[in-house]
C-alpha cells in the first residue's frame, strides 16, 4: 500500500516538507519537522523561551473526504471529528492531562497539528523491555525475571493507570485505549546500563494519543468499557504477563482517580463494580445459568 | 534606524511576516484615528505589547488570520484587522479589537504586517512605520516583549482560569495558542 498523498491539500504538502507515518480507517497521520506557522529560525535559536521541545517534530492528522459518503453528510462529519478531537486535546490540557500539545486546527479540511511525542509506544516498550529482560536475565530465570518486571514494568503501568483516571475523572472516556495509544515520553530504552543497570531509571512519562473516538461520558459504565477495552488490548498483544499488567494498571487507576479526595473514591469503585460486569459481558461469554 | 523582524510562516512561505515593537509611543490617538477613519496607509495591525505573551502568540493569531483568509472565512474587512481580530479567544470583534488593538493611551505598540511576495512596496515596511509611529523602535524578540507584558490582562482576555498557571510562558503561550486556533469553535 503506497502513501497517497494526494488527497491532503496541495496548499499544504507543497508548502512543507510531511512524511506519511501512519494511516487509520479515519485519518492519515503525516510528520513535520516544521512547525505551521513557527519558523525554524525562532524554534531553534536561543533566544526562544517560549516553544518547548521543538526536536521532536509535528504531527499533522488529516480525515481525507470520503468518496463513499454522501457529500454533505461527509463534511459535517469531517468537520465534527476534527473540531471535537481538538477541542478534547485542547480541554485535557489545560486540565494538566498528559496528552500531545495541541497547535491548530482547520475544521473544514479536517486537518489537526499537534507536537509530535517522541518515543514508543507502550505496546513497542513493554515487547522491547520483556525482550531485554529475557535475554539479561535468562540465568536468574524467571523469579529473577519476575522481580525485574515488577521493579521497572510497575511503576510505569501505574502511571498509565493514574493518567486514565484523571481523564475519567473529568467525565471524558477515550473511545479506543490500547496499548498503541499510549505513547512514552523519554522511553527510548532501558538506559545505557541495560535491565541490570541502577535502579534510579527515570519512568518514562506515559501521554495519551488519538481522541478521534472520544467522548464526554459521566456514566461509570462507559470509563468501565474504556478500561474493558485496554484490558482486551493487553490481553492480545501481551499474553504472557497481561495479568500482572492489568493489574497494575487499574492499581495506578484506583489510587490515581479523583486524588483520593472522598466522593472519588465512591466514583471509582462504582467503576470498578461495573468492570466486573462488563468483562462477564465479554466476547464468548455466556451469561446463561 | 532599527529595524524589526521579518519572517517567513512555514505553510505560506510565499509571504512576509513582519513584526515591530515600539516604545515610548506618543501619538497613539492619531494613529488611532487614522485607523478608525480607514487610512489605508496605516494598513498595519497595531496591537498592544501588554496582551502579548510571545512571538509564537503573535505568530500564532497571524496563522489563523492567514488560514482564515485563505478559506474565504475572515470576519473583519482587512487582513490587518483580522490580525488583531484573531489575537481574541471570542467572536466579538468590536470587544477583541478594543482588548488587543491599539488605545488611544497606548505608550508602546506591536505592529505586524504580512506582505505576499507579489506586493511591491516604495518604502520599506520599516521605513513606513518609521514615519507613522512617533517612538523608538526596539528589536521584535521574546526578551524585548516580556517586560512589556500584563500577564494578569492577558489572564483576564482570555478568561483563563486561576488555576491555570501563567508562570511559564511556554506553557502560557500554549494556552493562548490554543484559544485562538479555537476560537469560534469552543
Redesign the interface.
Known sequence: MSPDLSTLPSAISDALDLTLISQGAEAKIYFSHEHPFIPSTLLAGTISTTISNPSAGYILKYRPPKRYRHDALDAQLTKHRTLSEARILYKLFLAGISVPSFIAVDPRLGLIWMENVDGPSLKEWIWATETELEEHLCEEGESGQSKKRLEIIKPLLLSVGSEIAKLHFLDTVHGDLTTSNLLLRDGSSLGAEGATGSHQRMVPQPVIIDFGLAQQSTLPEDKAVDLYVLERAFISTHPIHSGEYVEWVLEGYVAGFGRGKKTAVFKVNEIMRKLDAVRLRGRKRSMVG | MASGLT???????HSSVHIGLYTSVTNASMIRRELLSGNTRYSYAFVDPRCV?????V??A???AL?DM??GGMRTRTLSSEIVFAFGGTMNIADTLRRFGINDDSDSLLVVKVDTDQVERSNSVWDDLGEIVQGTSIPA???NIAPLTDVEIVRKNYKI?EG?SLDD???A???V??AI??RG??
Do not use: M, N
Not at chain 2, 519572517?7 to 512561505?13: G, I, N, S
Open positions: 519572517l517567513r510562516l512555514p505553510q505560506f512561505p505573551l510571545s512571538l509564537a502568540h505568530l500564532a497571524v496563522y489563523r488560514t485563505e478559506a524578540t521574546d526578551e482560569q491555570i510562558r511556554s506553557e503561550t500554549k494556552v495558542s490554543g486556533a479555537l469553535y469552543l
